[in-house]
């Protein structure tokens, strides 16, 4: 089931309501027992996240490096909060628990590329809409 | 990579074995690129800098280019090491990589300004052996990483790789291999320190026609990451630990149920467990001894309480991830009813090292009661970062000062937490605690899965205890009430000290709180939920008081207790800080003292990180002093 799901939210880049019927339709499982798994489970999504995806990393070593505050900024840049995607459906800002890259703390993930060790004057380039900080992932 | 033909016998490995090692020693030079952070830091545009070089150049039958496993000195990657020189560059980056080719791969010239320098004394490192990062550690599993391509199961054979399955396989009953495993001491690497062999004994001991193993690679705790680093790094010796598993307790399919927030990882061990059907490692009639297995990978979905045992049963089972009560024991009844064992990466890459060498030569490594090594996290606010794999029994002073490079900037060290949401915070006089199981239970926190952050005087304990019960309130299943509504009510305690809204009654209200969700709470989440507060409130219980009755945060962290300003007699007048403020709040010319508007600031702590004066200092807020 769970890796059901996972496979949706790939190619949707979220679980659509029309996508969990036919999971139950097809599982014969009652569609409130596969929302009941879905929402369980932080991964998954349940509205369309925006064309890029924005991770900040709160593990315990970034969070004494300063990652709330990171989150925080990150929010305030692009007006949403954590779950959120902004206005122009450019960026969704989302937390993780950890991602296990502890020693280059705090760490941001865009679009699947770590940025280590980021600072609050850095988050300016990550959120600019040409993605042109790509470039710059930093090392540890 | 080699495509390797399918195994038939054990004299089909021997042949595979040899022809590997031949194959990696026709090479003069081999460049290994240490990957896991170092892929976070670039590794991989390194490895494709560093093809380029060797082909433009035609080096391709001299020179062996490959992403190897991690070396744990994250801090300093990406790491590249030159065999059979071993000389070991740091930092390295793509622009380095011509001249690197140019003068070590081709003239044995060692380039001096990539090579370790000792911060204090000056002293120049250029083999990884003579960095003290290194020294002093004991690698029993990690030193295999840097020797091996972790997407080659060739590379692993040309290092004895499966060596200990044969062994188990072709010499030994399944229950001999249980008693090696108990003869080593091995205990369970992800937490609660359970003998293995006795682990297993109960379940090759359970009725039932089929029975499964699982290893547990849902590294959960915040601030752990050597589970990761294993399993991208060599999982061909996690899954030969757990195929010897499935051999001892007699389970003929298995499961890796892994992080999905780790993608290298998930990768190299789906290509690894490929691998192994290919080479005959894997599946029916393994090397013609009649010992069938099957593996499949899960992958999690982002929930810490996953890693219990009955909740990552549940999890696979297709189910929301919500523990049960034992007994009965997953070892009767597991997975599907079945009797079902568990084990952690870390425990499982032991298992071939202890079928190879021996469970006596392994037990000497150690304390009285915790054998072998164990690998640290080593992260928060210590010099080197990275992982450190030391013998069981090694000082919090040695892996944090001798290792670790002491405290960053040279500031006092604090604290050091283990054992992750789980754990707790051991402060400076127990530096010269030796580690092991029962020793850091004595101090009132866990082994865990091995995460140990270090603190320092600019962390605030009560905001580390208000982290830690966030994280538990979000991951609390919610199927205990202790658990889902005692972990949210200590974090609103909590924000209210960080916020300056403590009262004097809070301390015992959530010492009352939390020995409650302890007590009456299901799973080894809820049973441990308490740590974090109780912890420090144990050893750090001024700090609390500080905030409660004066309003105070020492460490200047906690923003509505505090406010910035500027010390006139120390200010230098550089700028750093008036650059550093994302607000315009820092006024002041060049050599001539800033002053910090309290108006505009909106205490990010930025000029108080930039300042090389220590001219910047917080005091208690203003808003605050007449409450």
């Known amino acids: ?140 | 990579m080699a495509k390797s033909k399918k195994l038939r016998s054990v004299a089909d490995y021997d042949r595979a074995r040899k022809e590997a090692s031949a194959q990696r020693n026709a090479y003069e030079a081999r460049i290994s690129i240490g990957c896991t952070s170092c892929s976070a830091s670039d590794g991989r545009a390194l490895l494709e800098a560093f093809q380029a070089e060797v082909a433009r150049r035609g080096l391709q039958e001299k020179v062996l280019v490959r992403l190897s496993g991690c070396h744990g000195f994250c801090a300093k990657g990406p790491l590249v090491v030159f065999v059979p020189h071993r000389i070991c560059y740091l930092k390295v980056k793509p622009s380095d990589v011509p001249e690197i080719i140019e003068e070590t791969a081709l003239k044995n010239n060692v380039i001096d300004r990539l090579v370790y320098r000792d911060p204090k004394t000056g002293q120049k490192c250029q083999l990884e052996s003579q960095i003290p990062f290194y020294k002093r550690q004991l690698r029993l599993i990690m030193d295999y990483n840097k020797r091996l391509d972790p997407r080659d199961i060739g590379s692993y054979f040309a290092i004895d790789g499966y060596e200990g399955l044969i062994k188990a396989l072709t010499r030994m009953e399944p229950e001999d291999v249980i008693l090696e495993v108990k003869n080593s001491g091995l205990r369970g690497r992800g937490g609660a320190g359970f003998p293995t062999g006795f682990k297993w004994e109960f379940c090759r001991k359970a009725k039932g026609s089929s029975k499964f193993i699982i290893c547990n690679a849902d590294e959960g705790d915040p601030g752990a990451y050597m589970d990761r680093s294993v399993m991208e790094s060599n999982p061909h010796s996690v899954l030969e630990g757990l195929i010897i598993g499935a051999y001892a307790i007699g389970a003929d399919e298995g499961y890796v149920y892994i992080r999905n927030e780790y993608p290298i990882a998930v990768e190299h061990i789906k290509l690894a467990i490929a691998q192994a059907y290919e080479a005959g490692l894997l599946g029916k009639d393994i090397l013609g001894t009649g010992f069938s297995f099957d593996v499949h990978v899960e992958r999690g979905a982002g929930a810490f309480v996953c890693g219990e045992e009955t909740a990552l049963i549940a999890s696979i089972e297709g189910r929301r991830g919500e523990p049960r009560q034992r007994p009965p024991f997953p070892a009767t009844k597991g997975l599907y009813n079945k009797p079902t064992n568990i084990n952690n990466v870390e425990t499982l890459a032991n298992i071939p090292l202890i079928l190879t060498r021996g469970g006596s030569w392994y037990s000497h490594f150690g304390t009285r009661n915790s054998k072998g090594t164990k690998i640290f996290s080593l992260v928060g606010k210590v010099r080197n970062t990275g992982l450190v794999e030391v013998a069981m029994g090694s000082t919090f002073r040695e892996i944090i000062y001798d290792i670790g490079g002491g405290i960053q900037d040279d500031r006092p060290f604090k604290a050091v937490q283990t054992g992750g949401p789980s754990g707790g915070c051991v402060p400076a006089e127990h530096l010269d605690q030796a580690i092991d199981y029962e020793s850091l239970s004595k101090l009132g926190t866990i082994m865990g899965s091995g995460g140990m952050i270090v603190m320092d005087d600019r962390t605030c304990m009560v905001d580390v205890a208000r982290y830690f019960m966030s994280f538990l309130r979000n991951e609390s299943c919610g199927k205990c009430l202790t658990c889902r509504e005692g972990t949210q009510r200590l974090w609103e305690i909590l924000d209210d000290i960080c916020e300056g809204r403590g009262k004097p009654g809070h301390l015992p209200l959530m010492e009352d709180l939390a020995h409650c969700v302890k007590d009456a709470s299901l799973c080894g989440l809820g049973q441990t939920a308490g740590n974090p507060v109780l912890s420090t409130l144990r050893y750090f219980r001024d700090e609390y008081e500080e905030h409660i009755s004066e309003k105070r945060c020492r460490a200047g962290v906690c923003k509505p207790l505090i406010e910035y300003r500027v010390v006139a007699e120390k200010c230098v007048g550089c700028l750093l800080c008036k650059k550093a403020c994302p607000q315009d709040a820092i006024t002041g010319e060049l050599k001539q003292a800033h002053v910090i508007d309290g108006e505009r600031c909106i205490k990010c702590g930025l000029c108080y990180a930039a300042c090389k004066s220590d001219a910047v200092e917080h005091v208690k807020s203003r808003d605050l002093c007449h409450a």
């Open chain 1, 1 to 140: 089931m769970i890796s059901l799901l996972q496979d949706i939210q790939e190619a949707f880049g979220y679980l659509p309501e029309a996508a969990l019927k036919v999971v139950s339709e097809r599982t014969g499982r009652p569609l409130v027992d596969v929302y009941g798994v879905a929402t369980f489970y932080k991964l998954f999504r349940f509205k369309p996240r925006g064309r890029q995806l924005l991770s900040v990393c709160l593990g315990t070593a970034c969070h004494v490096r300063g990652s709330a505050q990171v989150a925080e900024e990150l929010g305030k840049k692009l007006g949403v909060k954590p779950g959120e995607t902004s206005a122009d459906g450019e960026f969704t800002l989302e937390t993780v628990n950890c991602l296990g890259c502890c020693a280059i703390g705090p760490v941001v993930v865009k679009e699947g590329r770590y940025h280590g060790q980021v600072t609050l004057k850095e988050l300016g380039g990550l959120v600019k809409k040409d993605g042109s900080a790509n470039g710059d992932g930093r090392a540890g």
